[in-house]
């Protein structure tokens, strides 16, 4: 298994790949985007990504998340026993923790979107997977007025936060991050030149890219990947 992002879409005349991306090796891939998309609990928000696993290890796939503060405070998007999880954190006892009923670790390709409507209330949170709204389960609901500002914490992608030892192997297609309207305020999906286009994508951010993500190929519009 490897954690990949999508770095576009290309031809699939003459058995050329469908869809490209980086296979991460889960041992020190991770990618970091710097700095961005610090929100708040009163600030309505949308995470988009798709992503492909078998795995059943609890693992995050996203995440905006002050670990090393002691109040893990930020968001986190994550797997968990094969169903999808979403954080908003002011402290480990003040958050909102919501996970889908249903398990998407079964190898295909999934889109994930969580929306939240900036209230401070489980309620205000909605997963969507592949286009349609979800069942969830709330596992907290204590956020209320609690700030999840997280300062100087960078954006990461395979990787929980600065404390995880752990990079964890899947793969993510695309990431997207959309205002409360639906409105995309950053795609990171890059062109057909998966290693440029990806490399330009974070340095644009002043994000850094840490240890040696491979190519990764999808003949079947990212249903399976193989890794070149």
């Not at 990618?31 to 998309?37: K, L």
């Not at 205000?124 to 300062?151: F, K, M, R």
């Not at 062109?191 to 994000?207: L, M, R």
């Amino acid at each position: 298994m490897a954690l990949g992002l999508q770095m576009g879409l290309a031809g699939g005349a003459g058995g050329a790949p469908t869809y490209f991306g980086l296979w991460f090796d889960g041992v020190n891939d991770v990618v970091s985007f710097g700095d961005v998309y610090n929100f708040d609990y009163n600030t309505a928000y949308r995470i988009k990504f798709s992503f492909a696993t078998t795995t059943a290890v609890t693992c995050a796939f996203l995440s905006k998340h002050n670990t090393s503060s002691g109040y893990f405070r930020g968001w986190v998007m994550a797997l968990a026993a094969g169903q999808i999880r979403f954080d908003i954190i002011n402290t480990g006892t003040n958050n909102i923790s919501i996970r889908t009923n249903a398990t998407y670790n079964d190898g295909l390709a999934h889109t994930v979107e969580a929306r939240y409507t900036g209230s401070g209330l489980a309620s205000g949170v909605t997963i969507l997977v592949d286009g349609a709204e979800v069942a969830t389960t709330t596992l907290s609901d204590t956020l209320g007025t609690g700030t999840t500002l997280s300062p100087g914490v960078p954006l990461r992608v395979g990787m929980r936060g600065a404390d995880d030892t752990l990079i964890y192997s899947r793969v993510i297609r695309s990431v997207q991050v959309l205002d409360g309207s639906g409105t995309v305020l950053s795609s990171w999906l890059g062109d057909s030149n998966v290693d440029s286009g990806w490399v330009d994508k974070v340095a644009a951010y002043n994000g850094t890219v840490s240890g040696s993500p491979a190519r990764a190929v999808s003949y079947d519009g990212g249903v399976t990947w193989a890794q070149e």
